[in-house]
């Protein structure tokens, strides 16, 4: 009896280089990109009104490749695409409940104004923004450019309207009176009549260059809003499948949401006994007990996996494991952040 489990593992053994490790997307809940400060509970938005000096295209677009002054464009076209902006921006932390309150404050503040490098808002309208409205944090739209272009048909696209925002954004504290952040944003929009599944719509019309300028303006804004925003994200883990029948099975109940069913099997292995195949079962096990949020006992799976495989040499298991452990410290990180 003892001879056959013997062999039976050193057919394991010998069977262990084909061991396959497969991608797994995740749902995790990931704070926002930009750390805020603990007490900040209320915002203020405003618009700097800021450009720099090459940017004097904002009454012209591109019409199959040719520069065209734009006819009868509204004068306070600016004004309009920057509104559009901050009130989307406006929106999505509200309805995200980012802060307790959100307030734009009037465009007026700031006269235009030009240079060749954008400075930090003077100390002396920080402290009387921080004075007057009793807000934690300012963020201000330091600048905001959109320019459009229109594609004609051709023979595998159709006509096509394509509009680049360039933001640069900054975060203030003003209570301790200092940046948080500042960071430069382009995107791009495009409108051609095809759905976010890649559907075309029969007798799409495209929108006039105002209303496409207005959409990217919207946007923008939505997208800066999401760096504050904690969101639901997917991201890929590895687990692995040596050849063996219990491995395979484990593999289908795990694909097929029977996570419980998948423990049990990995359990069987996990003991030292099994040599290298613990060293995969531990791992697979970490990953389950992540998918669970027992953070915890993943990272006791995942420190017991580590170290087996340390013992073995396993250099290729070893630096599976290094990448997955950053991934599971960056998710408690996370955790603790959202706490």
Request: proline content about 4%.
């Amino acid at each position: 009896m003892n001879r056959k489990i013997n062999l039976f593992f050193l057919l394991a053994i010998l069977l262990y280089s084909c061991t396959v490790y497969k991608e797994y997307p995740i749902e995790i809940f990931k704070p926002g990109e930009i750390k805020l400060p603990e007490h900040a509970k209320s915002a203020v938005l405003i618009y700097r009104n800021f450009k720099y000096p090459g940017d004097t295209l904002q009454h012209y677009y591109k019409s199959n490749g040719r520069l065209v002054k734009a006819a009868k464009d509204p004068e306070n076209l600016d004004s309009i695409i920057v509104n559009d902006c901050l009130n989307q921006l406006s929106r999505r932390l509200k309805s995200a409940k980012s802060f307790s309150e959100v307030e734009i404050l009037p465009y007026n503040l700031f006269k235009r104004h030009s240079d060749e490098k954008l400075p930090d808002i003077p100390d002396e309208i920080t402290e009387k923004l921080a004075n007057t409205t009793q807000a934690d944090i300012l963020i201000s739209l330091e600048m905001l450019s959109a320019f459009y272009s229109k594609y004609p048909q051709n023979y595998d696209q159709p006509e096509t309207n394509e509009v680049v925002t360039a933001a640069v954004w900054g975060i203030y504290d003003l209570r301790r009176r200092n940046r948080v952040e500042r960071i430069s944003v382009i995107d791009t929009i495009y409108q051609n009549g095809y759905d976010n599944e890649g559907n075309y719509m029969a007798g799409y019309k495209l929108p006039s260059r105002i209303s496409a300028l207005r959409t990217a303006a919207r946007a923008a804004g939505e997208k800066y809003a999401d760096r504050m925003v904690a969101s639901w994200q997917t991201v890929d883990r590895l687990y692995s499948i040596p050849p063996l029948p219990d491995f395979s099975d484990a593999a289908y109940y795990f694909e097929e949401g029977k996570t419980e069913k998948a423990i049990a099997l990995w359990g069987k292995y996990v003991n030292e006994k099994n040599g290298k195949l613990a060293i995969n079962a531990r791992f697979n096990l970490a990953l389950a007990y992540e998918m669970m949020d027992d953070l915890e006992k993943a990272r006791q799976w995942l420190s017991s996996a580590e170290d087996l495989a340390k013992s073995y040499n396993s250099k290729k298991e070893l630096t599976i494991i290094s990448y997955y452990k950053k991934e599971l410290a960056q998710r408690f990180r996370d955790m603790q952040r959202l706490q």
